[in-house]
């Protein structure tokens, strides 16, 4: 057996405890968590149609670049309900309706379908980091709330570790190396190590949910 299957086993493991558990508490998230559920199923739909492509074609790529642009909207949906920037879903549409073009222009141009989508990546990964500090920003100046009692704060926590991490990754894979083997590695243990420590963080924070002021509150 491939070393990285019982890897690969344990990541999926928590990816679905994630998606049921979310589904278990839909009754009593908030509009903007239950984004977050929305992600997570969408997240188990493409890592299942990933696996059986690796195993029938000998390439999962296509998924993903169908899977990140729909990825990044969905994020945006939950940060834009809960920021309340502007009038509900009109950040999502600004933001989302060019990511998915560039997505589309990246895939038809540059990195076509049998290729990694690292470029389109890395713009997401800018813009979630961004969302991420613009949320910091919100909290850190209210004053009639404690950031650390709230899901939104864990939540940006997470997306902001997740993607700081795999925004290094990406920077590593995109650069050119001469033992590019050996980067592969680095970059493969490292995407591996951020998606437990991100599914990890999700399910304790809908564990606690009750606990916790819900997001956009």
Not at 56 to 67: A, D, M, R
Not at 129 to 145: P, W
Request: hydrophobic share 55%; charged share 15%; proline share 3%.
């Amino acid at each position: 057996m491939d070393s990285w299957e019982p890897r690969f086993t344990i990541y999926i493991v928590l990816l679905l405890a994630n998606c049921i558990y979310c589904w278990i508490k839909w009754p009593i998230l908030k509009n903007a968590d239950r984004w977050i559920c929305i992600l997570l199923t969408l997240t188990v739909v493409q890592e299942a149609i990933a696996g059986y492509l690796t195993k029938t074609l000998k390439s999962n790529f296509i998924t993903y670049h169908i899977y990140t642009p729909i990825e990044l909207v969905l994020i945006c949906i939950y940060f834009d309900l809960s920021l309340k920037i502007l009038k509900p879903y009109r950040l999502a549409l600004c933001i989302g309706i060019p990511a998915t073009i560039t997505s589309i222009l990246i895939s038809i141009f540059l990195q076509h379908y049998n290729k990694y989508n690292s470029y389109f990546l890395l713009i997401e990964g800018l813009i979630i980091i961004t969302l991420c500090l613009v949320a910091f920003y919100k909290l850190l100046i209210r004053e009639d709330v404690v950031p650390k009692k709230m899901v939104h704060f864990w939540l940006t926590m997470a997306f902001l570790l997740y993607w700081s991490l795999t925004y290094v990754s990406l920077g590593l894979f995109s650069g050119e190396s001469q033992n590019i083997d050996f980067v592969a590695k680095i970059i493969a243990w490292a995407l591996y190590v951020s998606n437990l420590l991100f599914y990890a963080g999700l399910l304790i924070i809908f564990i606690r949910y009750k606990r916790l002021i819900p997001s956009g509150e």
